[in-house]
Nanobody, 121 residues
Framework: VQLVESGGGSVQAGGSLRLSCAASGYTYSGNCMGWFRQAPGKEREGVARIATGGGSTYYADSVKGRFTVSQDRGKNTVYLQMNALKPEDAAMYHC????????????????WGQGTQVTVS
């Protein structure tokens, strides 16, 4: 299983970024893909997740209405569109996979990417 994130960068408050996570090494559909973030000195936080089979999505309260998780099944890629970014959104963002998961919880993810840094000033 390989997960490779991209799309991070530096943006001003109120701006937007789109993160991508390219998945390989396993059958993409029928799993759960998630986005998590961790800022220095803080615990890792689940941000958004998507069931790759049915497409159901789930969000942390802190990002509802601002972030959107989506997927391109043809490219085995998950996206995180982040709008109206706030300084508190700054963190390392990781993509994760829960193989065979029902996408009901934040804590079943066993495969992780290296992360992409998001800075908001």
């Amino acid at each position: 299983v390989q997960l490779v994130e991209s799309g991070g960068g530096s943006v001003q408050a109120g701006g937007s970024l789109r993160l991508s996570c390219a998945a390989s090494g396993y059958t993409y559909s029928g799993n759960c893909m998630g986005w998590f973030r961790q800022a220095p000195g803080k615990e890792r936080e689940g941000v958004a997740r998507i069931a790759t089979g049915g497409g159901s999505t789930y969000y942390a309260d802190s990002v509802k209405g601002r972030f959107t998780v989506s997927q391109d099944r043809g490219k085995n890629t998950v996206y995180l569109q982040m709008n109206a970014l706030k300084p508190e959104d700054a963190a390392m963002y990781h993509c994760a996979a829960d193989l065979g998961g029902m996408c009901l919880r934040w804590d079943d993810f066993g495969y992780w990417g290296q992360g992409t840094q998001v800075t908001v000033s």
